[in-house]
């Protein structure tokens, strides 16, 4: 997820909704 944050600020939000919320907030 990392990754795609860096390629996709905005989709961060949908990964990180699988349970990366908790790094990254």
């Known amino acids: 997820t990392s990754m ?3 390629f996709n600020s905005h989709s ?3 990964e990180t909704t699988k ?3 908790c ?3």
């Open 4 to 6: 795609k944050i860096m």
């Open 12 to 14: 961060w939000i949908m």
């Open 19 to 21: 349970g990366e919320e």
């Open 23 to 25: 790094r990254n907030p």
